[in-house]
């Protein structure tokens, strides 16, 4: 049994406890063979010791490791000091795949600079359903051939710079009001318009796509009974049967509620390899994972799991960590000075006492910058304060992650780079149900609301506030919540902000296009 486990821990990914690779982790990895590590934010402090650590998980792995993170861009990213990607929906909005293959490059030599060869992107969810919980600005728009197209640059920007992608997630999570980290969604459509809209971007991405990620969620036109991770008429019937993919398949984490609720861990693991994974991924807690790998090894020894199908998918697996190896080949950046950097508040360069982590930092710091302006976009008739004008800020005292997202930018961050071009007064709220507009002084100060969260406002909210302008800070639905004039960003990473001030100051016009419905 002790082989079988070395074979089921080829086939799964792990979540790491802590900033270093500690001896007890490392004698689990090397024996079970475990190859496949996911790295989240709270496994990072900076890039020297993300680099060792990557350094140690490879030593430990092998040429075959397949160390992976969720650099997505706008609020899903987990290096934060890197240069910051605009989200999906502000490329969407700039409609320039040119642009977005330099991000997407971009991004991948950030990411490989740290020693990893797998990123978790990018989203190919069509964003149709204005209340997603989970998707919104997470996904380049709702046209599927638009979408795929900037979607589609982008991976080819990544691949490029040798960092595998893995598009997400199959067969659509859009159309959703329910997030599958909380509960099962259910996406009950009939199939041809499935085949319409949620499949599009998937079959089109298929022949380019190294690696496709699975949604936890029921389709009923399509499997009754399993979501599509754990459903062999999706994962088999459609996606190798029908079209033919040749690519990796890995699960999304199956300590989401939509599984972890349902189903034993080791239980939901070997559904989903027979369903036609090829990787699951194990990101629950230590005893989970030894779960899983005993019940795959099980499940191996029983014939449920046919040997010559764990070959071929190991073989994927191979075939996608040869080509993508992993490793800090960024090159180094000793010649490049920050000081060159400007220090402005609201952009991302480096201080002076920060060097840039490798040789291009610098000059993918002014791409991302110039991204975040070209997809800024307004909503009505947008109008900026005088310059030095009295501004009353609106914002949320907090700062929250939905548990995939980065936290949002802090209230006392908006002022400060508003307080760049304005005198700026900030009035804070801890519940904007119950936060009392009309209480706001009536002097004429020109207020702005920013918000700063993914969530939408409820009845009261929108009957109610009426800032002068609004800040749409991350999920540009919330323009629709509040009659005003808006600006939305599509994310709140701190060229976004830049932009904004740049906007204000006339530097710039808001010539991005939102690209889901209702805008």
Not at 116 to 134: E, G, Q, S, Y
Not at 321 to 350: I, M, Y
Not at 494 to 517: D, F, T, Y
């Amino acid at each position: 049994m002790d082989d079988l486990k070395k074979i089921a821990g080829q086939l799964i990914m792990v979540r790491l406890f802590g900033t270093e690779l500690d001896d007890e982790t490392a004698a689990f990895l090397a024996a079970n063979k475990v190859r496949g590590a996911c790295l989240f934010r709270q496994n990072m402090v900076d890039a020297a010791q993300l680099t060792r650590f990557t350094g140690a998980l490879r030593a430990v792995m092998g040429l075959d490791a397949l160390i992976a993170l969720d650099q997505e861009g706008g609020a899903v990213v987990r290096s934060t000091w890197v240069p910051a990607p605009p989200s999906a929906m502000a490329l969407g909005a700039a409609n320039d795949p040119d642009l977005a293959r330099e991000v997407g490059a971009a991004v991948a030599r950030a990411v490989r600079s740290l020693g990893f060869n797998w990123n978790f992107a990018p989203v190919l969810d069509l964003n149709n359903n204005p209340h997603n919980p989970v998707i919104a600005e997470r996904s380049f728009g709702a046209d599927p051939e638009t979408a795929t197209r900037i979607a589609l640059a982008w991976m080819e920007g990544s691949e490029s710079e040798g960092v595998a992608c893995c598009v997400k997630h199959f067969p659509g999570h859009g159309d959703t009001h329910v997030d599958s980290h909380r509960a099962l969604p259910t996406v009950d459509k009939p199939l041809a318009e499935l085949e319409r809209f949620e499949f599009a971007p998937f079959r089109m991405a298929a022949p380019f796509a190294p690696a496709m990620m699975t949604a936890h969620i029921v389709y009923p036109a399509l499997d009754a009974e399993y979501p599509a991770t754990m459903s062999r008429p999706i994962l088999t019937g459609i996606l190798r049967e029908s079209w033919n993919y040749q690519g990796v398949i890995i699960t999304d984490g199956m300590d989401m509620h939509a599984i972890a609720h349902r189903y034993g861990a080791g239980q939901a693991a070997v559904r989903a390899l027979v369903a036609g994974a090829d990787m699951v991924m194990a990101i629950g807690s230590r005893e989970t994972q030894i779960e899983t790998i005993d019940a795959i090894a099980a499940a191996i020894a029983s014939g449920e799991l046919p040997m010559h199908e764990v070959e071929a998918r190991l073989a994927r697996l191979s075939r996608l960590a040869a080509t993508h190896p992993a490793g800090a080949t960024g090159k180094p950046a000793a010649a490049v000075t920050a000081s060159s950097a400007p220090a402005v508040l609201g952009s991302d360069a480096p201080g002076a006492d920060e060097a840039p982590i490798y040789s291009t930092d610098l000059e993918d710091r002014a791409l991302m910058a110039r991204a975040w302006q070209r997809g800024l976009s307004s909503r009505g008739a947008v109008r900026r304060p005088s310059p030095g004008a009295r501004v009353r800020l609106v914002a949320r005292q907090d700062v929250v992650s939905d548990g995939v997202s980065e936290a949002g930018v802090p209230a006392a961050g908006i002022a400060a780079s508003l307080a760049q071009l304005y005198e700026v007064e900030l009035v804070t709220f801890a519940d904007a149900d119950t936060f009392d507009w009309s209480a706001l002084p009536q002097d004429g100060r020109f207020t702005i609301l920013a918000s700063t969260s993914r969530r939408r406002y409820g009845a009261q909210v929108r009957a109610t506030w009426r800032p002068d302008l609004h800040l749409a800070l991350w999920n540009p639905y919330q323009a629709l919540d509040i009659d005003a004039p808006a600006l939305m960003t599509y994310g709140f990473a701190a060229p976004a902000l830049a932009a904004v001030n740049a906007w204000l100051a006339g530097e710039i016009e808001a010539a991005g296009h939102c690209p889901v419905p209702g805008f």
